[in-house]
């Protein structure tokens, strides 16, 4: 069965410096990756997908940047952080091949900006 | 540009009694809608979804949703709500179209009260 797992699972960091999420899947092979950011616990705000290795795509101009260096990784960072990066960072996966729809989600890292 | 409307911020249902969550939606052309649920804390968890078909799906957990084409609407239902089903509900929209995109509403916190 496939996993997808996140990894920390909570962060606290200060204003200017650097952060690296990252999000590996298990028993899948080249799946559709998604970063996803939650603010106060409602909305969900696509950042970043990647159809394969290498290929992103940003849905909202800032200060993060996603890469995908390996079929089942992928990975968002920023080089200085802004208060407004605190949030709920949501990982999310879908399998690549027509027919298949929903997204998975992984556990999601907390990320506080002081 | 696709839109998902959760017209309520938090439903309130007795243990026991039928539960509704409203979902309407805006896309072009014939919608993939989508339920996921999310505990505290925690990522979100598929539900069910509409692709074609039958316009009653049935999902996890005993919840069901109905689709609607001329109302525009997928509303989350269940026959008889449990505590351990109080959680945040989203519904969510993609444009066939669409290849990567989905849109995700704002969320309904369900609180069922023993």
């Known amino acids: 069965s496939q996993t997808i797992h996140q990894w920390p699972a909570t962060l606290v960091q200060p204003v200017g410096s650097p952060l690296s999420l990252e999000c590996t899947v298990e028993?899948?092979?080249?799946?559709?990756l998604y970063w996803y950011r939650q603010a106060a616990g409602r909305g969900l705000q696509l950042l970043f997908y990647s159809v394969g290795i290498g290929q992103i795509s940003s849905e909202v101009p800032q200060n993060l940047s996603a890469s995908r260096p390996q079929d089942r990784q992928f990975i968002l960072s920023s080089k200085k952080l802004l208060l407004s990066d605190s949030g709920f960072y949501l990982c999310?996966?879908?399998?690549?091949?027509?027919?298949?729809?929903?997204?998975?989600f992984g556990p999601g890292t907390r990320l506080t900006v002081t | 540009a696709q839109s998902v409307a959760q017209p309520e911020d938090q439903v309130n249902v007795a243990e026991g009694n039928p539960l509704t969550v409203k979902c309407t939606y805006s896309v072009s052309g014939n919608p993939y809608l989508f339920w996921y649920v999310q505990y505290p804390n925690r990522g979100l968890q598929f539900l069910l979804k509409?692709?074609?078909?039958?316009?009653l799906v049935k999902g996890s957990y005993g919840f069901e949703a109905e689709f609607n084409k001329s109302q525009t609407s997928f509303h989350l239902k269940k026959p008889s709500a449990l505590v351990s089903d109080s959680a945040l509900y989203f519904c969510?929209?993609?444009?066939?179209?669409?290849?990567?995109?989905?849109?995700f509403g704002i969320g309904t916190k369900l609180q069922v009260i023993p």
């Open positions: 999310a996966w879908r399998a690549g091949l027509a027919g298949f729809y929903e997204q998975y």
């Open positions: 969510a929209v993609r444009d066939p179209g669409g290849y990567q995109k989905v849109t």
């Open positions: 509409y692709i074609t078909g039958d316009n």
């Open positions: 028993g899948t092979s080249n799946p559709n």
